[in-house]
Structure formats: structure tokens, C-alpha cells
């Protein structure tokens, strides 16, 4: 079984851009959360989707945006770039999501604003 | 929000040496996870505790979920160049709350 794929793997963008990255989870998976990684601050929840929708979300600004698709896949929107939005996102899946499954997490998308 | 303080922040030991790493939060946690992460790649779970007080293994590993729900600790025995990675743990405090992370632990293992 494949596991979880993100494209791109790695991204350069100017302040100011906006850019979409997609997440395709396991087969049969239909929850998908991303999560923000960097240095200073860790790992951090963004948000979390099942069957399409937007089920739970972090603290994040607006700027910040997603959607899961009727075939599971996912994708986050950064509009506006900042310098700080610099960070590895993550994508995990899992079959229905919460606390008593094991969220299969993909390599990430590094994405490096300048 | 909830935060998890994660202890130590790197390590450096000798191959063959155990290793305890630890998590403690303010708040009470019904499930705690343990994860890697290998350089380039996605955390992988490597341990889940759902019950107070449990312990478990995976092989070298053995984690515990605390007694108080608020603390969780892995302890990695006879270590091998291949643990070296940055190891999370993770809280879950109800079904309706993401996913929380502590900061990492960076395991170095010297051949």
C-alpha cells in the first residue's frame, strides 16, 4: 500500500506569493491534518479534514487555508507569504481520525520564503 | 493553549548505552504517542498509550503513560547508530482537540 505522498517536495517563494501544496493520503484513509514544523516552534496543528471537510483547526492567522477533496487528497493554501511561514508542512492520514488511530505522516514539503 | 515539555533537548551517548527521554505536561492527556523522525522524512509512530499507568514495548522501546496522565517517558535500551533521529512525544487530550507536540529530543549515537 502507498503511503502518504506530498508534492512539492521542496519550494522557493518571495514574500508577498501565495502557494498550494497537495497531500494524497493512504488508500481508504479520509481524515488528513497538516501541521506546520520549524525549528523554534515544533510542530504545530493547522488544520484537519474528513469527508471534505473542515473538522478541527489550529491557531493560525487567515492566511492560512485548506481543502480535502470527494477522493480524500488535500491541499493547504498560504496566501500573502511571510518570511516566517518558512517551515517543513506536513500532512498525516488516517482512516476516521482521532485519538485511537495511528496518523501516517508523509515526508513533508519544504518551503523556504525569501 | 496546551503545550508539552519535552526533556532533554539533544542527547549524545555511546552505542550500547539506554536512553530515557521524557514528557510532561500542565493538563491532562488521554493519549500519548511517541514518535521519530529520520532526517528528510515524516515523524513514525513508534509507541501509543491509552490507558494510565500502561507500559509498553516495541522491541528496544518501552514507554509509560503516567499515572497522573500528565506525563509520559521512553526509554530506548542498548542503543545503535540507527536510533540516532529526533524523537517526539505527543498528546492527545480528547477526541475533539488536534494533536500536540512536545519540541524534540536529538539522539546522536557514537560508535
Known amino acids: 500500500k502507498a503511503g502518504v505522498t506530498q508534492t512539492p517536495r521542496y519550494l522557493i517563494k518571495t514574500r508577498g506569493q501565495q502557494v498550494t501544496l497537495s497531500c494524497s493520503p493512504i488508500?481508504?484513509?479520509?481524515?488528513v491534518s497538516w501541521y506546520q514544523q520549524t525549528p523554534g516552534q515544533g510542530l504545530q496543528f493547522l488544520f484537519e479534514y474528513f469527508s471534505e471537510t473542515q473538522r478541527n483547526k489550529g491557531n493560525f492567522p487567515g492566511r492560512f487555508s485548506g481543502r480535502q477533496f470527494s477522493n480524500s487528497r488535500s491541499e493547504m493554501n498560504v496566501s500573502t507569504l511571510e518570511l516566517g511561514d518558512s517551515a517543513l508542512y506536513l500532512c498525516a492520514s488516517s482512516l476516521q481520525g482521532g485519538p485511537q488511530e495511528t496518523q501516517y505522516f508523509g515526508p513533508g514539503t519544504r518551503l523556504l520564503v525569501l | 493553549g496546551q503545550q508539552l515539555n519535552q526533556s532533554p533537548q539533544s542527547m549524545f551517548i555511546q552505542e550500547g548505552e539506554d536512553v530515557s527521554m521524557n514528557c510532561t505536561s500542565s493538563s491532562i492527556f488521554n493519549t500519548w504517542l511517541w514518535y521519530k523522525q529520520d532526517p528528510g522524512e515524516g515523524p513514525v509512530l513508534l509507541i501509543a498509550l491509552y490507558k494510565a499507568g500502561e507500559l509498553t514495548s516495541n522491541g528496544r522501546l518501552t514507554a509509560q503513560f503516567g499515572i497522573t496522565r500528565k506525563d509520559s517517558f521512553l526509554n530506548i535500551s542498548a542503543s545503535i547508530p540507527s536510533d540516532v533521529g529526533i524523537y517526539f512525544c505527543?498528546?492527545?487530550?480528547?477526541?475533539?482537540?488536534?494533536?500536540?507536540f512536545g519540541k524534540g529530543t536529538r539522539l546522536s549515537v557514537i560508535a
Open positions: 488508500s481508504g484513509h479520509r481524515s
Open positions: 505527543a498528546g492527545w487530550a480528547s477526541g475533539n482537540t488536534p494533536l500536540v
